[in-house]
């Protein structure tokens, strides 16, 4: 099963993108092997380090990996089509809770008080529902190239190697997207870029990859925001 999953593997060969922690490959270039059919399994190398914490973080170097990263999306195959979908996961469920809201909620010792919670917020939580479609509406019409992201840039998935080198971990959520996705304040904003020596870190990484087109300073703020709403 090929899809976007499989990007890492490449970094070391081709790419030169030592900071991605890639699974190892397998003799058929295989990267996951199914267990039954419920469960699969990847291996990776061990890594000597530690998670990295919001304060002892080096933000511009991680900052200029996120740059490289996003640099080499003219290496994804064209046949690897994984796309960020814009959408919330379990909407469908979340509103038929909405739509239950005037019965009893008996499952569970906590039911009843998350069905009171939402009850008397149920109008706020349906507005900020709307505004997220009408972003995800913005973001989709912004006209922007779209780049491969990690998508779950928090400290747990940043390791500090030997040397303070960041390693990015977990890629089960790589998708092609709007780099926002990675640079926004979602995830408590790790990548988010604060200063200009962080704006210079990332587009310098761009720029020296020879990709130019997401350089630059600006950032599209209903990006940002639907981020931080999903």
């Given at each position: ?15 030169g993108l030592e900071f991605v922690h890639a699974p190892i490959t397998r003799p ?85 008080s998350a069905r009171r919670l939402l009850g008397d917020n149920e109008s706020l ?74 704006w210079v870190a990332y587009t310098s990484a761009c720029a020296g990859a020879g ?20």
């Open positions: 099963h090929r899809d976007l999953h499989s990007f890492p593997t490449r970094r070391s060969s081709d790419l058929d270039g295989a990267v996951v092997a199914r267990l039954g059919d419920d469960y699969a399994v990847s291996v990776f190398p061990f890594i000597e380090g530690a998670s990295h914490s919001m304060t002892g973080l080096d933000r511009p170097r991680l900052l200029e990996a996120v740059g490289r990263l996003h640099a080499c999306t003219g290496a994804v195959p064209v046949d690897l089509p994984r796309r960020d979908s814009l959408t919330v996961p379990i909407r469908s469920q979340f509103f038929e809770s909405l739509d239950a809201l005037r019965s009893d909620w008996n499952h569970g010792p906590f039911g009843e939580i349906r507005e900020l529902w709307d505004r997220c479609d009408e972003l995800a509406d913005e973001v989709r019409d912004a006209g922007v190239e779209w780049v491969i992201t990690h998508g779950q840039l928090h400290p747990a998935n940043v390791l500090r190697a030997i040397g303070d080198v960041p390693i990015l971990i977990d890629w089960d959520c790589v998708a092609l997207a709007p780099r926002e996705r990675d640079l926004g304040r979602h995830w408590g904003g790790l990548a988010e870029p604060r200063t200009r020596e962080d990709h130019q087109s997401v350089g630059g300073r600006s950032v599209l703020a209903h990006g940002v925001a639907l981020g931080t709403l999903r």
